[in-house]
């Protein structure tokens, strides 16, 4: 185990790839002023607490990471593998998700404020009471996600949902088409359609 020499550079649980930890180490110590780990393997690592803003975590294998209350602000995660990790409580502001993969990720109280979320994977996962103002998300799969009490705002929302997606509570503003699966197959509602559909199951949202 390993812990960085900075508070805001937390190591609890090194990942088994040799290479992400050497690159882990250089940072917690400080010779590295900026984590880059693009393409790397950090499976079951776990950096909660730790300040990665402007981070590369492209490409980056983070299945069943923890990252809890971590500053992600303005990091690249494009394409990288969040699958079951848990970001409770992280700072995700103007990051750029696309192409990653969130299946059965935690993303309770997160900000994706301003984030960039397009072609992104993201069934199962939980979004209770996060804020997603101004985030734009783009041709993303929330199949069976969670999205109760989370906050939009002026929020482009193109996405695929069904009827196991809970928005109950989730409130403000987004901006559609989204698709809906169901026993009909494959429908793209809009506007007044959208509207209804979200808020009969208990969303209060009004759709642009």
């Known amino acids: 185990m390993s812990s960085g020499t900075h508070e805001s550079r937390r190591i609890t649980r090194m990942p ?15 010779t590295d002023p900026l984590l880059d780990v693009a393409g790397m393997d950090l499976s079951r690592v776990d950096l909660s607490g730790s ?35 848990d970001l409770s409580g992280s700072t995700l502001v103007k990051s750029v998700l696309d192409h990653a993969v969130l299946r059965g990720a935690k993303l309770d109280r997160v900000n994706l404020g301003s ?15 996060a804020q997603l103002d101004g985030a734009s998300f783009f041709d993303c799969q929330l199949q069976g996600a969670d999205l ?15 009827e196991e997606t809970v928005v109950t509570g989730f409130h403000g503003v ?6 809906v699966v169901d026993e009909g197959g494959v429908r793209e509602l809009d506007g007044p359609e959208l509207q209804d559909w979200l ?6 949202v009004n759709v642009r």
């Open 174 to 179: 987004v901006f559609g088409p989204a698709k």
């Open 148 to 162: 109760s009490d989370a906050s939009v705002q002026d929020t482009a929302f193109e996405v695929t949902m069904d």
């Open 115 to 129: 984030a960039e979320v397009s072609s992104v994977d993201a069934r199962g996962a939980s979004f209770r009471s």
């Open 199 to 204: 808020n009969r199951r208990g969303a209060q």
């Open 51 to 85: 300040e990665l803003a402007n981070s590369l975590l492209s490409q980056a294998i983070l299945r069943e990471a923890k990252l809890i209350k971590v500053d992600l602000y303005r990091s690249h995660l494009e394409g990288a593998d969040f699958t079951g990790a």
């Open 16 to 30: 088994d790839s040799q290479e992400a930890a050497d690159t882990l180490d250089r940072w917690a110590a400080g």
